[in-house]
Nanobody, 122 residues
Framework: QVQLVESGGGSVQAGGSVRVSCAAS????????MGWFRQVPGKEREAVAT???????SYADSVMGRFTISQDNAKNTLYLQINTLKPEDTAMYYC????????????????WGQGTRVTVSS
């Protein structure tokens, strides 16, 4: 059974940086695509970034240049580095993964984590 467990969220001041992680386990073969989403209460979930099995990345326009998605295959871990944090980055951040399909920001995924909260104070 696939499990995705996020960590690394917390309270950070605006202008700072944070790296959230997603540890994957229970998968039977390599995911073709993994991604990060974020959601603010009362708003729709927003796709943030994706990375495919070859390391090719894509980002939402709203985060381009400040967010970096990466993966450590040896550690079975997905990362999202967020720099120059803004109060509007405050959200629950979720990782997701799938075995099939094309990899692009905005696609749906079959497997999801429970999320880690990032709170940015001004």
């Amino acid at each position: 059974q696939v499990q995705l467990v996020e960590s690394g969220g917390g309270s950070v001041q605006a202008g700072g940086s944070v790296r959230v992680s997603c540890a994957a386990s229970g998968y039977t073969r390599s995911f073709v695509c993994m991604g990060w989403f974020r959601q603010v209460p009362g708003k729709e979930r927003e796709a943030v970034a994706t990375i495919d099995s070859h390391g090719v990345t894509s980002y939402a326009d709203s985060v381009m240049g400040r967010f970096t998605i990466s993966q450590d295959n040896a550690k079975n871990t997905l990362y999202l580095q967020i720099n120059t944090l803004k109060p509007e980055d405050t959200a629950m951040y979720y990782c997701a993964a799938d075995y099939v399909g094309y990899c692009y920001t905005g696609r749906d995924f079959g497997y999801w984590g429970q999320g880690t909260r990032v709170t940015v104070s001004s």
